[in-house]
């Protein structure tokens, strides 16, 4: 349904990630450009990490570019490269969108845990009060594990291949003294949410992120992958009788902050 008209006058928003394909967002925010009275385009870079600081560093120089989401691999590295951030992405270490700041330079913050949460909700369950597991401690999962804390879970754990970056996310959320903090498994036994944060289901022969034969009916299970559009494991978990959130869902929940941010301008025309 985009009706743009493309002029010289147009602004440029880019998403980068590596691998870029899967995303959802080029078409949805580029609508909701529109919709408010926007003329810009948001449109996929694919980057790899050698070369992401010398695309961010003529992105800088790009006059007509406001603004960039940032997805995986690239959350940490894009953080390091902002010139101020909200509190959020300053305890995280991450950001998932930066837009170009008037004085010079990139503000970053990272809201994909409040589309996590959004979509949990949007389906009908309220993480406040419940025992929560999330697997995976990269950007995305760094972001969820603060959203959940803020939500109110009760208890958090984490678990990740990387025990090092799982255990410096542990430290970083123990400091809002909001929930009980501690690592997790690959066994959801006991937990009332899971959330799945990892790219594990995104190739067809990846092993599931968790050991679901311990779901049970029970347990409300959200995933983080937009392709395929159902994961493996929310069918695993939806055959069992789970309620869930799935990756679609959470960006449908993610885009008006994404957009919100976005257009609330800092950067000279």
């Not at 951030?85 to 004085?103: F, H, K, P």
């Not at 006991?190 to 679901?212: E, H, I, Q, R, S």
Request: aromatic letters at 4%.
């Amino acid at each position: 349904m985009i009706s743009l008209n493309l002029t010289g006058a147009t602004r440029l928003n880019i998403i980068v990630g590596d691998p870029v394909a899967q995303v959802k967002s080029p078409a949805g925010v580029t609508q909701a450009f529109v919709d408010r009275g926007y003329d810009g385009i948001l449109v996929p870079v694919q980057v790899d990490s050698d070369h992401l600081k010398a695309l961010l560093t003529t992105a800088t120089d790009i006059r007509n570019l406001d603004g960039i989401i940032v997805t995986v691999p690239h959350k940490f590295a894009c953080y390091e490269f902002c010139a101020s951030s909200t509190d959020r992405a300053r305890l995280l270490g991450s950001v998932n969108i930066m837009r170009r700041r008037r004085e010079g330079g990139w503000h970053g913050d990272h809201v994909d845990g409040l589309g996590f949460v959004g979509a949990v909700r949007a389906n009908g369950y309220d993480p406040a009060g419940k025992r929560a597991i999330l697997v995976g401690a990269g950007g995305a999962g760094s972001a969820i594990a603060m959203a959940l804390v803020e939500a109110g879970v009760r208890a958090l754990s984490i678990h990740d291949s990387d025990a090092a970056r799982r255990d410096r996310l542990i430290a970083k959320l123990k400091s809002l003294g909001r929930a009980e903090i501690g690592p997790g498994s690959a066994d959801p036994s006991g937990f009332d949410l899971v959330a799945n944060a990892t790219p594990l289901g995104m190739k067809a022969d990846d092993p599931l992120p968790l050991d679901v034969s311990k779901l049970n009916a029970g347990m409300f299970v959200g995933c983080v992958i937009t392709n395929p559009a159902i994961s493996p494991l929310v069918e695993a978990a939806r055959r069992l009788g789970c309620r869930t959130s799935t990756g679609s869902e959470m960006y449908n929940a993610l885009q008006s902050s994404m957009v919100d941010f976005l257009l609330a301008r800092d950067g000279a025309r």
